[in-house]
T-cell receptor, first 110, second 114 residues
Framework: RKEVEQDPGPFNVPEGATVAFNCTYS??????FFWYRQDCRKEPKLLMS???SGNEDGRFTAQLNRASQYISLLIRDSKLSDSATYLC???????????FGSGTKLNVKP | NAGVTQTPKFRILKIGQSMTLQCTQD?????MYWYRQDPGMGLKLIYY???????DKGEVPNGYNVSRSTTEDFPLRLELAAPSQTSVYFC?????????????FGSGTQLSVL
C-alpha cells in the first residue's frame, strides 16, 4: 500500500472557482503533514504545513483528519497562477523520512 | 545565499556508465535527501542523511550509493546506469529542528540513460 495517495486529476476549473483536493495516508503514526506546489519541470516548493486544528493562508485552507487519515487543501477564488501540481507530503514512522503523493494537477482556465 | 545547488542540470548516459550527481547546500542544514521523480509521478525517496557520516536508505535505493563526508555535500552515485534510472533527481535539505521541517529543494538534474 502506498504511503500517500492522491487523486491525480486533472482538475479543470474556471477562474474564481473553489476547488478541493484530498490526500490519504497509510501510517497512523505520521506527525507532520504538508502541501507542496510544483510547477512544470520545476522543484517542489512548500505551500503550507497542515496542523491538527486546520490552518488558513489567504485563499488556501488546509485540514487534517487524523481519525480518517486524510488531509485536504481548499483553494478559493482560483487564479490562473494557481495552475500547478499539488503534492501531499507526510512523514513516516521514522520522522526523518518524508513521503510524497503522486500529485494532483490543477488547471485554472480563463 | 545559494540554498541547494545541484549539478549537472542535464545528463545523458549510456547503459552501464557511472556518474555522480552533486548536491551542496550552504544553509548548514543537518538533513539532506535524494528523491527521484518519474514523469507524471510523485517524488520517491532514494537515500537520506541526518548528518555528516550518517546515511540511510529510502524507498528506492537499489542502484544508487551516497556518502556524506561534510555537512554541505551529499553526492549520489550511479554505478551501472540502467534505462530504469531515467528520471529527474532532486536533492533537498532541511534544518532538522522540531517544528522546522520545510524541505528546501535544488532545481533538479534531468538524467536520461540510453
Amino acid at each position: 500500500r502506498k504511503e500517500v495517495e492522491q487523486d491525480p486529476g486533472p482538475f479543470n476549473v474556471p477562474e474564481g472557482a473553489t476547488v478541493a483536493f484530498n490526500c490519504t495516508y497509510s501510517n497512523s503514526a505520521s506527525q507532520s503533514f504538508f502541501w507542496y506546489r510544483q510547477d512544470c519541470r520545476k522543484e517542489p516548493k512548500l505551500l503550507m504545513s497542515v496542523y491538527s486544528s486546520g490552518n488558513e493562508d489567504g485563499r488556501f485552507t488546509a485540514q487534517l483528519n487524523r481519525a480518517s487519515q486524510y488531509i485536504s487543501l481548499l483553494i478559493r477564488d482560483s487564479k490562473l497562477s494557481d495552475s500547478a501540481t499539488y503534492l501531499c507530503v507526510v512523514n513516516g514512522d521514522n520522522f526523518n523520512k518524508f513521503y510524497f503523493g503522486s500529485g494532483t494537477k490543477l488547471n485554472v482556465k480563463p | 545565499n545559494a540554498g541547494v545547488t545541484q549539478t549537472p542540470k542535464f545528463r545523458i548516459l549510456k547503459i552501464g556508465q557511472s556518474m555522480t550527481l552533486q548536491c551542496t547546500q550552504d544553509m548548514n542544514h543537518n538533513y539532506m535527501y535524494w528523491y527521484r521523480q518519474d514523469p507524471g509521478m510523485g517524488l520517491k525517496l532514494i537515500y537520506y542523511s541526518v548528518g555528516a557520516g550518517i546515511t540511510d536508505k529510502g524507498e528506492v535505493p537499489n542502484g544508487y550509493n551516497v556518502s556524506r563526508s561534510t555537512t554541505e555535500d551529499f553526492p549520489l552515485r550511479l554505478e551501472l546506469a540502467a534505462p530504469s534510472q531515467t528520471s529527474v533527481y532532486f536533492c533537498a535539505s532541511r534544518p532538522g529542528q522540531l517544528g522546522n521541517e520545510k524541505l528546501f529543494f535544488g532545481s533538479g538534474t534531468q538524467l536520461s540513460v540510453l
